[in-house]
C-alpha cells in the first residue's frame, strides 16, 4: 500500500446518469476527506469521515451528492441526476490520528457530464 | 467569510532562480496551514505544515513562514527546478470543535523556463 487510490481516475457520463467514485486511503489512516477542483481553483471540501462517521459536510454536497465509509475503510462518493456544474476533479485524501493532520491525496477522479 | 487569497495568479521565472509566493487568509480561528504542490492533472502533495506557533518550515528548497499576527505566510523557492512547474496552494484550516475544516486557496501557478 503506497499511496491512496482512487477508481476510476476519468468518467464521463451523460447529464441525469449516477456516477459513483471508490476511494482506498492509506490503510491504517483512520481520516478520510473529498474535495472536489474545478479547473484554476483550488479543491473544495465536501465531507469528511472519522473512521466510518460522516463528520462533516459542506454546504457544497448537495442532495444529490451522498458518500459512504461502511467499514471505516475505503469510501464511496455517488452523484445521482449528473448536472454539467458536476464536472470536475474529485479528489479524496487520508490522515492518521487526531488534531492538525498531514493530509496525503489520491491522484483524483475527474468527471466529465455531457 | 474565511477566506485564503494567494499571489500572485502565475509567475514565469528562469531555472536557477529563487521565487517567494503569498498567501494572506482570514481563517478564524486558526489551526494550521500548510503548503501544497500539485501537478497537472494529479493530487496535491504536501510541502509543509505549520502551526500557529510556528514561524518558519523548511522542506529541502522549499522554506514556508508564518505571521500568525498579519495573517501572512510565504512559501520561497530556492534554485528553482524545471520540475519546480507546478500550482502550489496554500490551505488553511479552521479549528471548530474538534473538526479541522480546510479553506484553499486558488493556487499559484508556477513556470520554470530553462
Known amino acids: 500500500d503506497t499511496g491512496v487510490s482512487q477508481d476510476p481516475r476519468h468518467k464521463i457520463t451523460k447529464r441525469g446518469q449516477n456516477v459513483t467514485f471508490r476511494c482506498d486511503p492509506i490503510?491504517?489512516?483512520?481520516?478520510l476527506y473529498w474535495y472536489r477542483q474545478t479547473l484554476g481553483q483550488g479543491p473544495e471540501f465536501l465531507t469528511y469521515?472519522?473512521?466510518?462517521?460522516?463528520?462533516?459536510k459542506s454546504r457544497l454536497l448537495s442532495d444529490r451528492f451522498s458518500a459512504e465509509r461502511p467499514k471505516g475503510s475505503f469510501s464511496t462518493l455517488e452523484i445521482q441526476r449528473t448536472e454539467q456544474g458536476d464536472s470536475a476533479m474529485y479528489l479524496c485524501?487520508?490522515?492518521?490520528?487526531?488534531?492538525?493532520?498531514?493530509?496525503?491525496f489520491g491522484p483524483g477522479t475527474r468527471l466529465t457530464v455531457t | 467569510k474565511n477566506q485564503v487569497e494567494q499571489s500572485p495568479q502565475s509567475l514565469i521565472i528562469l531555472e536557477g532562480k529563487n521565487c517567494t509566493l503569498q498567501c494572506n487568509y482570514t481563517v478564524s480561528p486558526f489551526s494550521n496551514l500548510r503548503w501544497y504542490k500539485q501537478d497537472t492533472g494529479r493530487g496535491p502533495v504536501s510541502l509543509t505544515i505549520?502551526?500557529?506557533?510556528?514561524n518558519t518550515k523548511s522542506n529541502g528548497r522549499y522554506t514556508a513562514t508564518l505571521d500568525a499576527d498579519t495573517k501572512q505566510s510565504s512559501l520561497h523557492i530556492t534554485a528553482s527546478q524545471l520540475s519546480d512547474s507546478a500550482s502550489y496552494i496554500c490551505v488553511v484550516s479552521l479549528s471548530s470543535g474538534g473538526s479541522y475544516i480546510p479553506t484553499f486557496g486558488r493556487g499559484t501557478s508556477l513556470i520554470v523556463h530553462p
Open positions: 485524501a487520508s490522515s492518521l490520528g487526531q488534531g492538525p493532520l498531514e493530509q496525503y
Open positions: 469521515f472519522q473512521n466510518e462517521a460522516q463528520l462533516e
Open positions: 490503510s491504517e489512516h483512520n481520516r
Open positions: 505549520m502551526t500557529f506557533s510556528e
